[in-house]
């Protein structure tokens, strides 16, 4: 069984009919209201991706009010998957890496260094003449 979560935005107000219409979909499981940056949720179960596809293009995205729409498919048994090679090898030289940051940084500026007031009389000398 295939499933996917549909994350819908709609205009507002029309929540409410709209989860009254997304339930009466043979694939649709449930739907609901939320808070966020989605205004509802929806959940397709279908015995094939394909079908999953069509309810949302066909039947969803056509529905009045509808804005957009974004599908998480769900990816099964997380124990059934394969971890990834290790498709990156360290290939760059110690001596290339990047320095590690100081033991200690030395919080103390120095005042002649960063003088602000010595920098605003020598800006306003240059403007007057």
Do not use: W
């Not at 979560?5 to 739907?31: H, M, P, R, Y």
């Not at 804005?67 to 990834?84: F, K």
């Not at 200690?104 to 005042?111: C, P, Y």
Request: net charge negative; with cysteine; hydrophobic share 30%.
């Amino acid at each position: 069984m295939q499933r996917a979560f549909v994350l819908i935005n709609c205009d507002l107000g029309s929540e409410a009919s709209l989860i009254k219409e997304l339930n009466q979909l043979d694939t649709v499981k449930e739907s609901h209201g939320t808070f966020g940056p989605y205004d509802i949720v929806s959940v397709i179960e279908t015995d094939n991706q394909d079908k999953i596809r069509k309810t949302i293009s066909d039947h969803i995205r056509m529905l009045e009010h509808i804005r957009s729409t974004t599908t998480l498919m769900e990816v099964g048994n997380i124990e059934d998957l394969q971890p990834l090679p290790d498709i990156i090898p360290d290939v760059i030289p110690d001596e290339k890496k990047p320095l590690e940051p100081p033991d200690e940084v030395d919080d103390e500026v120095d005042d002649e260094e960063y003088d602000d007031d010595e920098d605003e009389e020598d800006f306003s000398d240059k403007t007057r003449g």
